[in-house]
């Protein structure tokens, strides 16, 4: 599939498993500098410790929370193959990262069921025979099976089928054009937007809200979110506005806290939710702020008047800050399916969405609905989730995600 068994792919892998060693190695003993420095700096805070007022305080919390890069792990198939992904999209052999070959295992692992549902099946029927119309109708019921919908699926077995009426298609060359195909579905929303990869734009105000029904991963998606935006020296804010559930002010603080990220909230009973965005709009301007993250509440829309505070929320934005730059970003849990799926369709219609966000990729056999996202929400997806940590967030990639939900093994 990939030509991760040629010698010049190894040797390229090998080359760049030499150096991530060689830095890690580099950054143990930067940190143990770090560590030793931040007890000196402890001691003597300690020492003057009745003086220090709140801010300080602040200051102190943020130098202990460093979040460590994951260990690299062996050199094997794991990382040859996360490697190769990288290699293919261009960069560098000093250009890699071991959070990002952590992220690419991980996000291969995690399609894993997906994977299995149909990548293993259809190889085993093929084998390395042509492709047969048979072999279509099989790949028609596996694609289903897998989530990616019935749109999707009519459309590559379509052109599939064209394919295979002009000249014939091996097993091999038959994955390829089916990895192109699912690339373009995912990527035409995304062209669509004219915005191949969301960021917040520089010298304006960015306010992103998070949507979606309860317990999909709106609050742990933010808190990554703001990972990822102060790491990348975006001035970052947190709006709490699920003010539903009491416990969800503390659940995003600790989020905040570990990217070391202000939330604005008010822990009243049956605080206004689009009066914390006024107040964290008031905070957001204050500061100088990038991005304002903003969590809401996910009773489903139906009972409740999601939709009218939602709208509500934009309409504060919209007159506090016209030229702020609005993101409706909907979280999708990829293991409800076809269920998650409907969610998106019925919050497509009344909540003028611009985009989604998978959450949950790790272990779930349902990856394919993000196939089905793309084309019957028609929705460009920006971020994809594959676990609880902190990290297991990144920008949504295409030819990634279609590498790994299509890897050989
Ligand atoms: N395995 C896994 N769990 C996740 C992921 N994202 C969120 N969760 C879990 O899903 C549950 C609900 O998340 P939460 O953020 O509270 O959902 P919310 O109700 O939409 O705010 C929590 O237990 C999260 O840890 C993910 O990408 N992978
Ligand atoms: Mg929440």
Known sequence: MTNINSDNSLEWASQAYALLKKRQEEQKQELQKQEEQKQELQKQEEQKQELTDIANKENISIQSKTIAEPELGEFDENFTWSAMVLAAQGKKINQISIDEIDWLTKLRRGLEETRKGFVTELLDKLGDDPLTPESLDDLETLLIRADVGIDSTDQVISSLRTKLNEEVVGGEAGIKFLKKELKLIIDKPIKNSGID?????????????????????????????????????????????????????????????????????????????????????????????????????????????????????????????????????????????????????????????????????????????????????????????????????????????????LADK
């Open 197 to 405: 990869l969301l960021v917040p734009q520089k010298g304006k105000l960015n306010v992103w809200l998070l949507v979606g029904v309860n317990g999909v991963g709106k609050t742990t998606t933010l808190g990554k979110l703001a990972y990822l935006s102060s790491k990348s020296n975006y001035k970052t804010l947190i709006a709490a506005a699920d003010t539903f559930r009491a416990a969800a002010v503390d659940q995003l603080k600790v989020w905040g806290d570990r990217s070391n990220v202000d939330v604005i909230s008010n822990k009243s009973k049956n605080a206004d939710p689009a009066a914390v965005v006024f107040d964290a709009i008031n905070s957001a301007k204050k500061r100088n702020v990038d991005l304002l993250l903003v969590d809401t509440a996910g009773r489903l829309q139906t009972k409740n008047n999601l939709m009218d505070e939602l709208a509500k929320i934009k309409k504060i934005i919209d007159k506090k800050v016209p030229d702020a730059i609005v993101e409706s970003l909907l979280v999708l849990d990829a293991s409800q399916g076809q269920n998650g799926l409907k969610q998106a369709k019925s919050f497509a219609k009344s909540a003028d969405l611009t985009g989604a966000i998978i959450t949950k990729l790790d272990g779930t056999s349902r990856g394919g609905v993000s196939l089905a996202v793309s084309e019957e929400v028609n929705l460009p997806i920006r971020f994809i989730g594959a676990g609880e940590g902190i990290k297991d967030l990144r920008p949504f990639n295409s030819y990634e995600f279609v590498e790994a939900l």
